[in-house]
C-alpha cells in the first residue's frame, strides 16, 4: 500500500495498490520532491476515465515502470473530481502547450509546482507517434540531470505566461438583443440538421446550449431554436448515448450519429439533461420529453442514490464481460444471439427491429447498442414494454459497473434542482423528497457553521478540500428551485447565505469577474478563472444566474448588480463561442426577460386552488422567473409581503422591471402571462 491507503476519492483508492509510490496533492509531496531534489509527476485523471484505467494498468501497476518513477521522481495522484483547480490550472497549461487535453492528464512539475512538459496518455510501448511512457519518463530524467537550467527557464516561462493570461472581459454590461440574436445565429452555422447536435466527432450533450434555445424561444418566439432544441433531444434520446432500457445518458457519442457512447455515465449529465427534457416538455407537451426526463430522474434515484441521501458521482465506463475482463460497454450491449436467449425467436426479432441490433453489430465484436431507429410503422406498444421489462432484469443479473460512490456539492446541486422540477411537473413528490433530501445531505455535512462549502463527501464523511465556485453556484441553484417547488423559504435563506460567499470571497471587487477559487483558497501557480462551459455550466456563469434568481426573489441591489456584471463576459464571449458558453446565453434570456418574480399566496399547498395557481406558475415559461409561495403574513420568503388573497381566494402577483400585474386568481389569466 503506498501513500493514498488513506484517502477518501475513489480514483486515489483505485491506485492504492499500485507498486507507485504516490502522493496525494499537498505540501509534502512537494517538500519531499525539494528534499530528494527530483521532480514531480503529477497524474490527474478519474475514477469513470476508460483511458486512465488503462494507463493505470499498462504503467502504474507495472514494477519495472514504478521502480524507474519512484527512484526518479515524486509521484503525485489528483482526482480532477475531487479537486477541480488544481485540474484547470495544469489543464490550461496543457492545452497551452500542446493544443489539445484531456484525462489521463501527465504533467512534470519543478518541486515549486511549476509545469515544464506535458502529455495526456502515454503507451507502454512507441504507438502512432506516440513516445511510449518509460521514454518519456527517461527523457524527463536527462532533460533534469543534464540541462537543469533549461528546464527551469521552460518552466518559470509557462508560469509567467499563464499569470499574463487575463480575460477579455468586454464592457462588464449585460448582452443585449444583438449579442444574444448572433450567438443564435452561430450555433446555426455550426448545427447539424440532419443528426442533431453541433460540430462533429466526438458529439457532446450540449445541454447548456439547449436550455439557452428553449428560453430563446420562450421570450421571442423563434422557432427556429426551438426545432434545434427539440430535434437534438429527440435524436440523443432515440440514439445509443441515452439507456434505453434503464433511462439516463452516457458521457457523449464517439460516432456524429449518437450511436455509439462512451459508456460512462456521469451525475452531472443526467441531471443536466433530466431539466432540459423537462423544459422542453414543459414548452411542447412532447410525450418523448416526458417519459425521458422521468427515466432520467429514476435512473437518478435508481442508480446513483447513496445510503445517506445524497448522489454518487458516476457509473464506470467498463465492467466484468462475464469473463473476468472488464471491457467498455459490456453491461449495456447485446447481440441477436442474446436477444433470442432471454426473449425466444418471435419477441427477438422485434427487439432487433425496434431497437436497431444487427447481426453486424453497432459496437465491438458483433454487438449492438440500443437505439431507437426512426422506422415506419408501429411497433406494439404492450409487447415492446414487456420486451424492455425482461432486457431490464436480465442486464441486472450482469456485473454491473463500478460506482463512484463520493458525492460532489456541486453535481448534487444540479441533481436537485432536476428532482424538484421534474417531480413538480409531473406530479412525482417522490423525486421532489430525493431532491429535499440531497440538499438536507449538504446542509448537514458540506456545509460548516460559516456556510462554507466542503466539496466532497463519501459514505457519510466530509473530505477534505474546499468548495470552489461551481459548487457555491450550482448549490445555490438547487436550493434556489427547491424553495419554489416546496414553498420552504429556508431554502432561499440557504442559497443566501452560499451567493454572500461568491460575493465576498470569489469576485473581483474592481472589474466583477470570478474566480473558480475563493480568496484565501490554496496558492497554486495561477487562480483559475475560466467562464465557458465544459461539461457543466462554468462556475463564473452558475453563480450569475443563482446571483440573478437570488435578487428575483430578495430585491438585494447588490446580488443583482453582480450578476450583471459577471454577465460582461457573456456580452464578449456569446457572439463568438456560443457552444461554449450555453449557461451564460441562459442567464442572459432571464435578465432581457426580467426575470419576472411570481408571488402565490394561498392556505397552503393542499389547498386546491392554491395548488393550480403554484403548478401554473412553475410551468410558465418566461426564462429565468422565480417563484415563492406562502400563505397570507407569511414571512418564508420577501415576495409574499403586503400580498392579501384576493376576495377571499388564492392569487398569484406577477412583477418584473419594477411593475406588476393586477393580481390573478384564475389560473388560465397567470399561464398567459408567463407564457413568454
Not at 514504478?66 to 477541480?84: F, G, I, M, Q, T
Not at 452516457?250 to 456524429?256: E, G, L, P, Q, W
Not at 423537462?278 to 432520467?296: D, I, K, N, Q
Request: glycine share 10%; net charge negative.
Amino acid at each position: 500500500m503506498n501513500r493514498l491507503a488513506g484517502v477518501t476519492s475513489p480514483y486515489l483508492l483505485q491506485h492504492a495498490d499500485n507498486p507507485v509510490d504516490w502522493w496525494p496533492w499537498g505540501p509534502e509531496a512537494f517538500e519531499e520532491a525539494q528534499r530528494r531534489d527530483v521532480p514531480v509527476l503529477l497524474s490527474v485523471g478519474y475514477s469513470a476515465c476508460h483511458w486512465c484505467h488503462v494507463m493505470a494498468h499498462e504503467s502504474f501497476e507495472d514494477q519495472e515502470t514504478a521502480e524507474y518513477l519512484n527512484a526518479h521522481y515524486v509521484s503525485v495522484k489528483v482526482d480532477r473530481e475531487e479537486r477541480p483547480d488544481v485540474d484547470a490550472v495544469y489543464m490550461e497549461a496543457v492545452q497551452a502547450a500542446t493544443g489539445h487535453g484531456g484525462w489521463p492528464m501527465t504533467v512534470f512539475l519543478t518541486p515549486d509546482a511549476e509545469p515544464f512538459y506535458f502529455g495526456t496518455y502515454f503507451p507502454p510501448a512507441p504507438r502512432q507517434g506516440m513516445p511510449s511512457f518509460r521514454q518519456v519518463l527517461q527523457g524527463v530524467h536527462q532533460a533534469w540531470d543534464e540541462r537543469r537550467d533549461e528546464v527551469t527557464e521552460v518552466a518559470g516561462k509557462i508560469v509567467r505566461d499563464l499569470a499574463g493570461r487575463e480575460i477579455s472581459y468586454g464592457d462588464a454590461q449585460t448582452p443585449g438583443e444583438e449579442e444574444l440574436a448572433q450567438a443564435l445565429l452561430g450555433l446555426t452555422r455550426e448545427y447539424d440538421p440532419q443528426r442533431g447536435g453541433f460540430g462533429g466527432a466526438p458529439k457532446f450533450p450540449p445541454s447548456m446550449v439547449l436550455e439557452f434555445l428553449l428560453r430563446h424561444h420562450a421570450r421571442t418566439g423563434a422557432e427556429g431554436a426551438l426545432q434545434m432544441a427539440r430535434d437534438t433531444c429527440e435524436r440523443m434520446a432515440r440514439g445509443g448515448i441515452y439507456d434505453q432500457l434503464g433511462g439516463g445518458f452516457a458521457r457523449y457519442s464517439v460516432d456524429r450519429d449518437w450511436v455509439v457512447p462512451h459508456f460512462e455515465k456521469m451525475l452531472y449529465d443526467n441531471a443536466l439533461l433530466c431539466r432540459v427534457y423537462a423544459h422542453l416538455w414543459r414548452s411542447t407537451g412532447s410525450e418523448l420529453a416526458r417519459r425521458v426526463a422521468l427515466e432520467t430522474a429514476d435512473f437518478m434515484v435508481r442508480e446513483l442514490r447513496t445510503a445517506e441521501g445524497g448522489f454518487a458521482s458516476a457509473l464506470d465506463a467498463d465492467s466484468d464481460d462475464g469473463t473476468g475482463r472488464h471491457v467498455e460497454g459490456a453491461y449495456y450491449v447485446w447481440t441477436p444471439a442474446q436477444l433470442r436467449e432471454v426473449l425466444g425467436e418471435e419477441d427477438a426479432e422485434l427487439a432487433a427491429r425496434h431497437f436497431g441490433v444487427t447481426e453486424e453489430g453497432t459496437f465491438e465484436e458483433g454487438a449492438s447498442v440500443l437505439q431507437l431507429p426512426v422506422r415506419d410503422g408501429v411497433s406494439d406498444a404492450g409487447k415492446v414494454a414487456s420486451i424492455r421489462e425482461r432486457l431490464f432484469a436480465e442486464r441486472a443479473e450482469r456485473p454491473a459497473p463500478g460506482r463512484d460512490d463520493k458525492v460532489v456539492a456541486a453535481w448534487n446541486g444540479l441533481a436537485i434542482a432536476a428532482l424538484a422540477e421534474t417531480g413538480a411537473y409531473f406530479d412525482r413528490p417522490d423525486l421532489v423528497e430525493a431532491a429535499v433530501a440531497a440538499a438536507d445531505l449538504l446542509v448537514r455535512l458540506h456545509l460548516d457553521e460559516q456556510a462554507r462549502l466542503t466539496r466532497t463527501s463519501k459514505d457519510g464523511h466530509a473530505g477534505a478540500n474546499a468548495g470552489v465556485l461551481e459548487d457555491y453556484a450550482d448549490v445555490a441553484e438547487g436550493f434556489l428551485a427547491l424553495a419554489s417547488v416546496t414553498g420552504e423559504g429556508v431554502w432561499l435563506e440557504f442559497a443566501g447565505f452560499l451567493l454572500d460567499h461568491v460575493l465576498e470571497r470569489f469576485t473581483d471587487a474592481e472589474s466583477g469577474s470570478l474566480y473558480d477559487t475563493a480568496a484565501d483558497a490554496e496558492r497554486l501557480i495561477r487562480r483559475p478563472q475560466d467562464p465557458t462551459d465544459n461539461a457543466t455550466p462554468s462556475g463564473w456563469t452558475a453563480a450569475a444566474g443563482a446571483l440573478l434568481s437570488y435578487a428575483a426573489h430578495t430585491g438585494s441591489e447588490p446580488h443583482r448588480t453582480a450578476a450583471e456584471r459577471a454577465l460582461g463576459v457573456v456580452k464578449a464571449l456569446g457572439p463568438r463561442v456560443p457552444r461554449f458558453i450555453g449557461w451564460g446565453l441562459a442567464v442572459a434570456e432571464a435578465v432581457l426577460d426580467g426575470p419576472r418574480e411570481v408571488a402565490i399566496v394561498g392556505p397552503s399547498l393542499d389547498h386546491e386552488a392554491s395548488r393550480a395557481l403554484h403548478r401554473t406558475a412553475l410551468l410558465g415559461t418566461a426564462p429565468g422567473a422565480v417563484v415563492a409561495f406562502g400563505a397570507p403574513q407569511s414571512e418564508e420568503f420577501p415576495l409574499l409581503a403586503d400580498r392579501p388573497l384576493v376576495g377571499g381566494e388564492p392569487a398569484a402577483y406577477v412583477c418584473r422591471n419594477f411593475t406588476c400585474d393586477a393580481p390573478t386568481t384564475e389560473p388560465d389569466r397567470l399561464r398567459t402571462v408567463l407564457s413568454g
